[in-house]
């Protein structure tokens, strides 16, 4: 059932479990991503950068989502917009029926990205529609936008991180309904060169100074090593990359009460390990399917697994009652169209 993060935060923020947000980019991903959910019974986020927007076009997108809405009733399902950067792209999706939307103007100085937040956040209000925005900076790339490197991020970590005063401030000038938090996680594969360690007294501080607001980890892959000695068994290289812990994804969701947590490298990892497997195995392979389908598998296991590590997993009848006696209300979009959910 399509509708706004709103229901699974609300459960999440005090719950002990996160919601999944993972990124989609095509049908093997996403149909990969939904049927381990449904499998799970869990809510999930199917988020989508605008790199995916210009890779797949959105319209192919859209009704790749549609289906999943009309295949798996049973699973919560809030479509969102990662990291968008202008208003103009917000509006974009708010036109294409996005339930919930990011703007990241973390890049920029602490004024403007208020502006630019504050922005977005009252015209997707107005459109019903809700927002998460991010204060501090993420190691590694981050769409355009390419971080510090690893063994810099680390070294200068304590100025990249929240600062709860700050957010605290951030949250009641903008109105935003979610924040991205800086505790230490980066984008991408190769997160930290030394050991994976994460700011959670930052986590602690900021529910603190902004109770009430829901919390949101990016850049929480955790890079397990067998998909990288598989990668590099056949054929890749990707020596040393290293993510953030599972047991640290889990103790943040479930001890300091983060409510959302960003998968996408992981993803990656998975369908790539694979096909490179098949490829190497049977180098006469050329049907797309034989190595689109184990790939496709291969994202159902490690959905499964990052399900299980972020407590989720059935948690989806409680979210839809929950949505069901809130009122269900949907964005603006779903008055005047046809409704896919
Ligand atoms: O945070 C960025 C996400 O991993 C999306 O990556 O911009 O390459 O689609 P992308
Ligand atoms: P990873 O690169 O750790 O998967 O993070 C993804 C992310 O934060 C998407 O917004
Ligand atoms: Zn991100």
Partial sequence: MLMSSKPMFDLAYDG??????????????TQGIIEACAAEKSPCILQISKGARSYANMRFLRKIIEACVEEYPEVPICIHLDHGDTVDLVQQCIDDGFTSVMIDGSHHEYEENVALSKAAT???HANGVVVEAELGMLGGIEEDVVGLDAAEYEKNV???LTDPEQAKD????????????????????????????????????IMKTCPGLPL???????????????????????????GVPEDQIAMAVRKYGVCKVNIDTDLRLALTAKIREVFATNPAE?????????????????????LD??????????????????GKTMPAYYNKSACCG
């Fill in 309 to 326: 590590m972020l407590n989720s997993a059935g948690k989806a009848d409680e979210v839809i009652a929950k949505w069901e006696a809130d």
């Fill in 158 to 160: 304590e100025q990249f």
């Fill in 286 to 306: 050329f049907d797309p399917r034989k190595y689109l389908a184990p790939g496709r598998e291969a994202i159902v296991s490690m959905v499964k697994r990052k």
């Fill in 216 to 242: 949101v980890m990016h850049g929480s892959s955790s890079v397990p090593q067998e998909f990288i000695d598989l990668i590099n068994k056949y054929g890749g290289n990707m020596p040393n990359a290293k």
């Fill in 16 to 29: 002990g479990f996160g919601i999944g947000a993972f990124n989609v980019n095509n049908m093997e991903i």
């Fill in 170 to 205: 951030f949250a009641e000038r903008t109105g935003i309904d979610s924040l991205a938090v800086a505790i230490g996680t980066s984008h991408g594969a190769f997160k930290f060169t030394s050991e994976a360690k994460l700011a959670f007294n930052r986590v602690e501080e």
């Fill in 122 to 124: 009252d015209l997707a």
